[in-house]
């Protein structure tokens, strides 16, 4: 009895072809908030670290303290939170992404001193493969700092020099969703 059409399994082509409109479809519908989202939530995270630093209240005090002694952790961890929790409110409030973005990242980078300035508190013994709790608090601030660039190169981000010739040549500015 010869098989329909019907009774096969799709083939691998049609299944991949199938699953491309799929991802397509899916990318279209979260592309609109990808971006606000990682936005939002990396503000949330900087407001809720810098509040903790700025009360005191941070499990992560004494290693701040412990990377960078030659300053005074009474006034310097707060201050650090202070900046964190300005970071996380500009992110949220979505102005000048390009410029947060940078010092975000730059704030970030910051936190790789632990590896260099406090091995034995990164690194299990001595081994860097090995990372501590600390090692891979820090360690996770790669994601962190990728994002904070996926933000600031995002669709639409503008050099300050690009909108100024922009509008020292007469044009139009760019429709805000560009």
Same mark, same amino acid.
Do not use: Y
């Given at each position: 009895?010869?098989?329909?059409?019907?009774? !096969?399994?799709?083939?691998?082509? *049609? *299944?991949?072809?199938?699953?491309?409109?799929?991802? !397509?479809?899916?990318?279209?519908?979260? !592309?609109?908030?990808?971006?606000?989202?990682?936005?939002?939530?990396?503000?949330?995270?900087?407001?809720?670290?810098?509040?903790?630093?700025?009360?005191?209240?941070?499990?992560?005090?004494?290693?701040?303290?412990?990377?960078?002694?030659?300053?005074?952790?009474?006034?310097?961890?707060?201050?650090?939170?202070?900046?964190?929790?300005?970071?996380?409110?500009?992110?949220?409030?979505?102005?000048?992404?390009?410029?947060?973005?940078?010092?975000?990242?730059?704030?970030?980078?910051?936190?790789?001193?632990?590896?260099?300035?406090?091995?034995?508190?990164?690194?299990?013994?001595?081994?860097?493969?090995?990372?501590?709790?600390?090692?891979?608090?820090?360690?996770?601030?790669?994601?962190?700092?990728?994002?904070?660039?996926?933000?600031?190169?995002?669709?639409?981000?503008?050099?300050?020099?690009?909108?100024?010739? *922009?509008?020292? !040549?007469?044009?139009?500015?760019?429709? *805000?969703?560009?």
């Amino acid at each position: 009895m010869p098989v329909s059409s019907q009774d !096969r399994p799709p083939s691998a082509t *049609r *299944r991949s072809i199938s699953l491309s409109a799929v991802e !397509r479809r899916v990318a279209a519908l979260v !592309r609109p908030f990808s971006l606000p989202l990682l936005r939002v939530s990396l503000g949330v995270v900087f407001i809720w670290f810098g509040a903790l630093k700025v009360t005191n209240a941070t499990p992560v005090g004494d290693l701040v303290a412990g990377t960078m002694p030659w300053l005074d952790p009474t006034w310097f961890v707060p201050l650090l939170g202070g900046i964190e929790v300005v970071v996380g409110v500009a992110l949220i409030a979505g102005r000048r992404l390009t410029a947060v973005s940078c010092i975000l990242v730059a704030h970030l980078a910051g936190t790789f001193l632990v590896l260099l300035l406090q091995p034995q508190v990164a690194f299990q013994h001595g081994n860097p493969l090995l990372l501590t709790t600390e090692g891979e608090f820090v360690v996770k601030n790669l994601v962190l700092i990728s994002a904070g660039i996926v933000l600031a190169s995002r669709p639409g981000a503008r050099r300050p020099s690009e909108s100024h010739d *922009r509008h020292a !040549r007469g044009a139009a500015p760019p429709a *805000r969703g560009a």
